[in-house]
């Protein structure tokens, strides 16, 4: 067995839950032929020297599929260079230097490592090897590679990308698929575009589908895609599909773009138009979210202070109200659920509850954060609302 595939099943081991190929029998459907490359003859053409493109951890998935090809078969791939964007200054203050992790990751394999911010008078370096560099490959590197750059390299470049293209085209393909309720995904692998984004002819695709199992998390589902498309890479850099004649793959998919999140307006949740369900799945992928909190009869929207809320989940209480009393959207009230034990002990969890849209169920929020104020759990601040000093509806808006 294969390192890449120890790999997949260490991340990829949960239950199936749905009728197509789920991310589970990622790590237990019949092995690829590529991963039998003792037995893959030598291929029929020079071989690959390549310039790989990326950034961050799904990209570092594959470029270490690459160089794990490269260590066993230098008939197939000869070299790599990395390519990534200049490091940044991130942090509070722009005061911390943060490093990409793919360059982590060809540090450790010792391959040469270039960096770009903008490819304005950049050239082509060469490869590692002698000779020119023969192939581009790029995974969620961030920028558009341009056409001349594109042109200067015999096989031109290829893109592994983590959605059924045409669907998904964009920066986040993987977040607009959980936050959309998508029933199915995969990986495509991609000729370059010259000038658009994730435009290319489609070399190879997940087929059948990978469905996705209720509440996945977006790091479940980005580190199972994260392998499956360095699979699929390997298998098209073993077999060649990038040499013309190329032979495009179709299908029926509906075009769809998944643009980079905002947190701004991404995350911004309106109770009073979402259900409990739809607050859940959000929250399960971007973490925490935020909305207003005041009275409802405040004309000053701007007075009402921001409220970032986390740790959201569904609540098993009756539809429309806790006590017996109807209660429209964004109403909180505190709960003390009941425990097991005796006397302190009989006193189980605090929560804070949430009424979401009119049928629409209500939510428990683990944390709060209101503006100016530290975060505090939502139980105890739920509790310390119920002051009869505190005067006046407040709500969540």
């Known amino acids: 067995m294969s390192l890449l595939r120890q790999s997949a099943l260490a991340l990829l081991a949960r239950p199936s839950l749905c009728p197509h190929r789920s991310i589970a029998p990622l790590s237990c459907r019949v092995p690829r032929r590529l991963f039998s490359l ?10 690959l ?24 078969r230098r008939d197939i791939i000869a070299s790599i260079d990395v390519l990534c964007r200049e490091d940044k200054l991130s942090g509070r203050g722009r005061r911390t230097l943060k490093e990409a992790p793919i360059k982590e990751v060809a540090s450790s394999f010792r391959l040469r490592i270039h960096e770009v911010d903008k490819f304005k008078d950049w050239e ?63 990986v ?5 575009h010259p000038k658009k984004i ?67 307006t991404d995350a911004r949740v309106k109770f009073s138009a979402a259900s409990a369900e739809e ?20 004309p000053q929207m701007l007075r009402r202070k921001r409220a970032i809320l986390s740790d959201i989940r569904r609540l098993d209480v009756p539809e429309e109200n806790i006590d017996g009393v109807e209660v429209p959207p964004g109403t909180f009230q505190y709960l003390r659920m009941e425990g097991e034990g005796e006397g302190e002990n009989r006193h189980g969890e605090e929560l804070l509850a949430i009424k979401c849209k009119v049928g629409g169920g209500w939510v428990r929020v683990g944390g709060i954060k209101l503006e100016g104020k530290k975060l505090v759990d939502g139980g105890e601040w739920a509790r310390s609302m119920k002051d009869p000093k505190k005067k006046g509806l407040q709500m969540f808006i």
């Open 49 to 72: 020297k390549i310039l790989f493109f990326g950034s961050d951890h799904f990209s570092a998935t594959s470029l270490k599929a690459l160089y794990a090809l490269h260590q066993r």
């Open 124 to 186: 082509l370096p060469e490869a590692s090897s002698s000779g020119d560099i023969n192939l581009l490959v790029a995974a969620s590197f961030g920028l558009l590679i341009p056409e001349r750059i594109i042109k200067a390299v015999k096989y031109g470049g290829i893109n592994v990308h983590p959605s059924l293209l045409p669907m998904y085209r964009g920066a986040a393909p993987i977040y607009h698929t959980l936050l959309d309720a998508t029933p199915i995904t995969g």
């Open 38 to 47: 003792g037995a893959t003859p030598n291929v029929p053409r020079p071989p």
């Open 188 to 192: 495509t692998v991609q000729t370059l």
């Open 198 to 264: 994730d435009a290319g002819e489609i070399l190879i695709q997940t087929d059948p589908p990978l469905s996705v199992p209720p509440r996945t998390s977006y790091q479940v589902l980005h580190d199972a895609l994260a392998v499956h498309g360095a699979e699929l890479l390997v298998e098209t850099c073993v077999k060649g599909l990038f040499i013309p004649p190329i032979k495009p793959i179709t299908n029926n998919y509906t075009p769809s773009h998944a643009p980079k999140v905002n947190p701004e």
């Open 279 to 298: 607050v859940e799945r959000k929250a399960g992928v971007l973490k925490s979210l935020w909305c207003k909190f005041g009275s409802p009869e405040e």
